[in-house]
């Protein structure tokens, strides 16, 4: 297997992009991870495409095939990727493993969705029908209901409060200010937080992402190779995935993430590191205490004291483990087929040292959780800079 490394990055800024629809997002994206690559001229073999729910959002289907045309990469591979949330980390897991392989040498990974143009109800329906059809989904339950109810649970086994959710929300706020492609470039207090409307019992509005339109993309090549494309190539170091359960209550201890642990433990294993060499990570908080939960799980903090490790600091901008520097989903917002994408991005663009006010100072090594369903279906990249 070859060592791969990415070359080129690309995003458009998240938001309500009106005017835009979802082709126009991926393509923008796409040729600017192209440029930014310097790959302009070059025949791509490959191109992969993240998104959710294209066919039911902009009733159009088949899009990396469209995407292919529409940039002029004729006769590339093309091949759409989903996998709920997680489709943005899936679908740069296959550009590595079909480079590393030896099959392609030049490949696009492209992901998007657009979202705001459909109503919040439809929206969270069409989510909700990532939940077990059986026994979840038939009863009305939607991913802020799961997120409720595991909250809760948290708060009780683990002694999280309204207040560490709120730091949390607050921290990457803070964080998306510094993010000129963040979708909520707005601060919020904790009281604000506190006192916002109650979306589904604990978790209030700002407890939760938002509804985004956006698109990232990146180019990934051989790693021996990179730096005739790139100065500054991202090594991809290892990755994992594992699934748990898709009903959330068949599972042994429901605040446990198997899947985070078992996909990071993976990731760690292939890059040879361990959660105290990272630098930099950004998880998927779609709900605040999943920040927290998975910064246990993936082996940053032992159980139960990912809360502490925030009171103290730890996880803030200049902490000793800055997690979620871009603003996260929370801040940044969350396209559903872009954002395992975005992850990977900010990262890429945090190793090397191009992040600019948001800049974790010498970082060289980083930790990308992607978490699909609700959590039962989870991707880990951790990234390295190449000296």
Wanted: charged letters at 20%; hydrophobic letters at 45%.
């Amino acid at each position: 297997m070859r060592d791969v490394a990415i070359i080129g990055c690309g995003m458009t800024k998240f938001g309500r992009l009106e005017g835009k629809g979802l082709m126009d997002l991926l393509a923008e994206a796409s040729l600017r991870a192209i440029n930014d690559a310097g790959a302009g001229d070059r025949d791509f073999d490959a191109v992969y495409v993240a998104n959710f729910a294209a066919g039911e959002l902009t009733r159009q289907t088949a899009i990396a095939s469209a995407l292919v045309d529409q940039l002029s990469l004729l006769p590339a591979a093309a091949d759409r990727v989903e996998n709920g949330p997680a489709s943005g980390g899936s679908a740069v897991k296959m550009g590595l493993l079909a480079v590393a392989s030896g099959a392609y040498d030049l490949v696009l990974v492209a992901g998007g969705e657009k979202m705001t143009h459909v109503d919040t109800n439809v929206i969270t329906d069409i989510v909700a029908t990532l939940s077990q059809p059986d026994v979840e989904y038939v009863h009305g339950v939607t991913l802020p209901s799961l997120a409720a109810m595991f909250t809760r649970l948290y708060m009780q086994h683990h002694g999280v409060t309204e207040k560490h959710l709120a730091m949390v929300a607050a921290k990457n706020h803070a964080n998306a200010l510094k993010n000129p492609y963040a979708h909520l470039q707005k601060a919020v207090t904790i009281k604000e937080i506190m006192n916002s409307v109650m979306i589904a019992d604990p978790l209030r509005l700002y407890h939760c992402c938002p509804i985004s339109d956006g698109a990232a993309a990146v180019v990934l090549c051989p790693a021996d190779v990179a730096k005739k494309y790139s100065d500054a190539p991202v090594r991809i170091a290892g990755f994992g995935q594992a699934t748990d359960t898709h009903a959330v209550h068949e599972r042994e201890e429901p605040t446990v993430l198997k899947a985070v642990q078992l996909a990071s433990k993976q990731a760690f294993e292939m890059a040879g590191l361990r959660p105290s060499d990272i630098d930099v990570a950004e998880l998927h908080d779609a709900f605040a205490i999943l920040e927290i939960a998975q910064s246990e799980d993936a082996g940053f903090f032992r159980k139960g004291e990912g809360a502490k490790a925030l009171e103290e600091g730890k996880t803030a901008l200049d902490g000793e483990l800055p997690i979620n520097p871009s603003g996260g989903l929370k801040a940044r917002g969350h396209p559903i087929g872009a954002t395992g994408v975005a992850q990977i991005i900010e990262l890429a663009w945090q190793l090397r040292g191009e992040a600019k006010e948001r800049q974790v100072s010498g970082a060289k090594r980083a930790y990308c959780c992607n978490f699909g369903g609700f959590g039962n279906n989870v991707v880990v990249h951790i990234l390295e800079r190449m000296d």
